[in-house]
């Protein structure tokens, strides 16, 4: 029996239930109606359109980019034959191809050479356009794996396996190298998703079909992030030899959609992907939100004149479709990208439908712009809804519509005089005003399959302040390949030589470029700030100039780090104010210190520079030393950097051991409480700053009373004891050379002194249960790791001589390779440097002045991540809002993989005439259509793509 108030669905009256149905179904209408956000495009299209800016250019220069038919393709000669209807011939030389579709870089995706030569490049094109698509959005793969994304891949021709003829060249690469179905399943394979994941091939509108799907299952939450677009590649002549037969291609080999001399249309290659989200988590997520799908539909023609003819009807009834599901009305639409290939049937029943849907809420005052992409790029057939919706999202933020080419005479079978639109001859202002601009895209398939998508153009979102508070930012960027990288980093100097109104903040490039890609093995870190820093710097990277500011690596994995802890810092307050004020994480743990301490504490440390100070008290500067040591170990863990090893000197001895997790921060902080209680008893005496420290160990032997309390921030040894033995102490160094430097102090920490403190420590910390350690927790006085810590591991007399060198060498042997001074100051740095000259550049400090203590950090942290860590982005941003804007991809290093057909006739294969009706019919070309059909067909009139 439940003891919930709340009443079962199941227990509801029937009358209750349907008006409970009636609340929920609005909610799910408004669910269902949510504006879709398109946040990442990739491309390639024809004419070296190979990003959306190089398409962009294409568009608003008004280029034609169908070109004569490359000689690689297929041997041009032998197919062609300028007589229509000539057997297994084709009349046109001309198409529109994507440079490049040989070349691959299957390192990139982890693909062996040898199943890339058997991989369709629709496949290969399909891995480059996505990830380009994810990168632009913002989106790291790493972290899309094993998520919902969905991936939906439109795409009709399979001329890959018109090139597989010869049966003892297949392998086992051979099925997943081709087919349908696998372009997709490959794409959600190689990112790891687990989404709803197909192929559609609804002919020439498949593309759109699959952002309609997308749409459908991110307002239904079955994915958050759907991958929505199409592909067609020509590599066999054999399609082209089929359109030839049907007449539908031109034969002048232009693609002069609605011009009265439009004789059918010219295949064109492309490929296009979207990444979409639901508008309220593109907003949360502060992705960079290109346009808005609003609407969408699609349907079918049913019976007309014939399966491969337009149906006016079914047009004009999923135009009205895609404007109910949006709740956009006809007046609001002031552009239409027409399917247009171009045809002389196709053409005129395409416009008249989109003039009976809109015309009536337009007029010639107000006209709707019609154009077609075709006219630029040729009919990408598989890709050609998403070129279109590639086009406007262009218009709306270049904020002008493109010309419509190869438009001289209006087609005079389309009813100008009663139509209210303009087909644009030249470029036309789109601004953005009071009135939202929205278009529509359309796109039908000769197998009768239509659909139409509503753009409407992105809301404006005010823009997130640049953090003021820390104005120097880490810039990660990164390779599979040192060539890439370089490639990558030219991109980078390209993109911040733009105009600086054109360019995102800079702090929003670096989030952008650190948090939205997948960090490769080959990378550099800039600290820089501004873009134009970051430029300079870049420029002396890629010269291969030795820059400050500039960490490179080629780490193939994480190094291994020692985290190492100080004892003794002299100028102890002030250290990490900064950070106690900016970072969370840093305050949260010294908060936690300061309440395990019982007594205040963060006044005094954190006092600022100038301000009266307390005498450096050990019950203070202890206290405070450690609280800072805790909160860099959080913050370092926060942002994915843990030890491997740790190893403490002095008071550090306790901070290392915590870090190790043989304590827990609250009762380390009660034994460096007691440690700093005790010293505090000892008779006023003298300290001795000297160089070298690892040195000393016959000098000490000598003066028993005199204790080394650990190092200082510069690397050197704090020697503590009354004034006459410290004084002695001095004269021998100054004898030998070294400086040393003395201060008096009201508290001499001699070895009895020191060795009573521990005494007492190790009487409170009889009572703490002690862990093993997780990680190696190595002691400075024996040069070993402990194994079994407990009460006795901190007694000892501080005259012990410290084994500097043997500590180190006992790091290395736990394999580590990197280390990690946690502390004010950089003392072990200091120090490892002189005893470790060869491994300079893997000493990193936390703190080297309390005035600017987030510099090191950062230098730090890029130095590590340069050397192959992994940073938590996320936490290292966390409270830090950012936007994520549009930046340079990665750069792929392609090399020709391409399936070699052997020289034999099968290889290019003439079509008997006898076959064309049965090749045809395999293409769902012919199928269902009238005998007079055909007729009217090879007599020239053409039906659509």
């Avoid at 529109?96 to 030569?117: K, M």
């Avoid at 890629?542 to 400050?548: D, R, W």
């Avoid at 034999?904 to 064309?916: N, S």
Wanted: aromatic content about 6%; charged content about 20%; proline content about 6%.
């Amino acid at each position: 029996m439940t003891t919930d108030s709340t009443p079962r669905i199941s227990d509801l009256p029937p009358l209750k239930l349907a008006l409970l149905a009636r609340k929920l179904e609005s909610k799910l209408a408004l669910a269902l109606s949510e504006p879709i956000a398109i946040i990442g495009m990739g491309l390639r299209f024809p004419g070296g359109a190979d990003t959306p800016e190089a398409f962009w250019e294409l568009l608003r220069e008004g280029r034609d980019a169908i070109a004569p038919i490359p000689s690689s393709r297929w041997d041009v000669d032998e197919y062609y034959d300028p007589t229509p209807g000539a057997p297994g011939k084709m009349y046109t030389r001309h198409g529109a191809f994507v440079r490049g579709v040989e070349d691959f870089d299957p390192q990139f995706f982890g693909i062996s050479p040898r199943e890339a030569a058997r991989m369709d490049p629709h496949q290969r094109l399909l891995l480059e356009v996505t990830w380009e698509a994810l990168e632009r959005a913002g989106l790291s793969a790493t972290d899309l794996k094993g998520s919902s994304t969905g991936v939906f891949v439109g795409m009709m021709n399979e001329d890959f396996s018109h090139l597989m003829t010869d049966a003892t060249q297949i392998d086992l690469h051979t099925a997943s190298g081709s087919g349908l179905s696998v372009a997709a399943g490959r794409l959600a394979y190689s990112l790891g998703l687990q989404g709803p994941t197909m192929a559609v091939d609804a002919a020439c509108s498949s593309s759109l079909v699959t952002v309609h799907l997308a749409c459908q299952s991110l307002r239904t939450r079955e994915c958050d992030l759907a991958l929505a677009g199409g592909i067609s590649l020509i590599l066999s002549p054999l399609t082209s030899v089929v359109n030839c037969a049907m007449r539908m291609l031109s034969v002048k080999g232009r693609c002069s959609t609605f011009d009265a001399s439009a004789d059918g249309f010219v295949r064109g290659e492309g490929c296009g992907m979207l990444a979409l989200k639901r508008l309220s988590d593109a907003v949360a997520d502060r992705d960079p939100i290109l346009a808005l799908l609003r609407g969408s539909a699609t349907n079918h023609s049913g019976q007309s004149s014939g399966l491969t003819v337009p149906n006016g009807n079914a047009l004009a009834k999923v135009m009205r479709a895609a404007l109910k599901s949006g709740g956009v009305e006809p007046e609001q639409v002031g552009y239409l990208e027409a399917h247009g290939t171009g045809t002389a049937i196709g053409d005129p029943i395409e416009m008249e439908a989109l003039g009976r849907v809109f015309g009536p809420a337009h007029s010639r005052e107000d006209p709707v712009v019609v154009g077609s992409v075709k006219t630029n790029i040729g009919h990408t057939e598989g890709a050609a809804g998403v070129a279109g919706i590639i086009k406007v999202v262009l218009a709306l933020q270049h904020e002008e519509i493109p010309a419509h080419l190869n438009l001289e005479t209006p087609n005079p079978n389309i009813r100008w005089d009663a139509l209210p639109v303009v087909v644009p001859r030249e470029r036309r202002r789109w601004a953005r005003g009071s009135k939202r601009r929205i278009a529509g895209v359309t796109a039908f398939g000769f197998n009768g399959t239509n659909a139409h998508v509503l753009i409407e153009e992105a809301p404006l979102v005010e823009a997130t302040p640049a953090d003021v508070a820390s104005t120097r930012q880490l810039l990660l960027l990164s390779a599979r390949s040192a060539p890439a990288l370089q490639d990558l980093a030219r991109r980078y100097v390209e993109h911040f030589s733009t105009e600086a109104a054109h360019r995102p903040s800079f702090p929003d490039v670096c989030f952008t470029a650190n948090t939205g890609r997948v960090a490769f093995p080959h990378r550099v870190a800039v600290m820089a700030s501004s873009d134009e820093e970051a430029r300079q710097r870049l420029t002396g990277f890629v010269q291969g100039e030795e820059t400050p500011g500039v960490w490179a690596g080629s780490g193939r994995q994480r190094p291994r780090l020692a985290f190492l802890f100080g004892g003794w810092e002299q100028d102890w307050q002030g250290w990490g104010r900064r950070l106690f004020e900016s970072e969370p994480v840093f305050r949260e743990a010294v908060l936690r210190c300061e309440v395990a301490l019982g007594r205040p504490l963060v006044p005094a440390l954190f006092l600022a520079r100038g301000a009266a100070s307390r005498a450096p008290a050990p019950g203070h500067s202890l206290p405070g030393m450690y609280a800072v040591q805790c909160g860099l170990v959080h913050l370092w863990r926060a942002w994915g950097v843990a030890p491997s090893a740790v190893v403490g000197v002095g008071a550090g001895e306790y901070a290392a051991a915590c870090a190790a997790g043989v304590l827990s921060w609250e009762e380390g902080m009660k034994l460096v409480a007691t440690l700093g209680e005790q010293l505090e008893r000892a008779a006023p005496g003298s300290e001795l700053t000297i160089e070298r420290p690892e040195h000393l160990s016959e000098l000490l032997q000598r003066f028993p009373e005199v204790c080394l309390l650990g190092l200082d921030g510069e690397g050197n040894g704090v020697l503590s004891g009354a004034r006459a033995a410290i004084e002695a102490v001095q004269a021998e160094l100054l004898q030998q050379g070294s400086r040393a430097r003395l201060r008096d102090t009201p508290h001499a920490i001699t070895t009895t002194a020191w060795s009573a403190a521990r005494e007492a420590v190790a009487a409170a910390a009889r009572s703490k249960v002690h862990e093993r350690p997780r990680v190696p927790w190595l002691s400075v006085l024996t040069g070993k790791g402990v194994e079994s810590p407990g009460a006795e591991s901190w007694r000892g007399p501080s005259g012990t001589p410290v084994q500097w060198v043997a500590a180190l060498d006992a790091l290395a042997g736990q394999g580590v390779d990197g280390y990690l001074d946690v502390g004010p100051g950089a003392g072990w740095t200091a120090l490892g440097k002189r005893v470790r000259p060869t491994s300079e550049r893997s000493w990193f400090p936390s703190l080297r002045a309390p005035d600017d203590d987030r510099t090191a950090l950062l230098e730090s942290l890029a130095g590590l991540v340069a050397s192959g860590a992994e940073v938590a982005w996320s936490e290292f941003y966390r409270d830090q809002p950012h936007d994520k804007v549009v930046l340079p991809t990665s750069c792929f290093q392609r090399s020709r993989y391409w399936f070699d057909r052997p020289a034999t006739p099968a290889a290019k294969p003439d079509v008997p005439g006898e076959d064309l009706e049965a090749l045809a019919g395999k293409l769902d070309l012919l199928e269902q259509l009238t005998d007079e059909q055909v007729r009217a067909l090879l007599e020239g009139q053409k039906t659509r793509g």
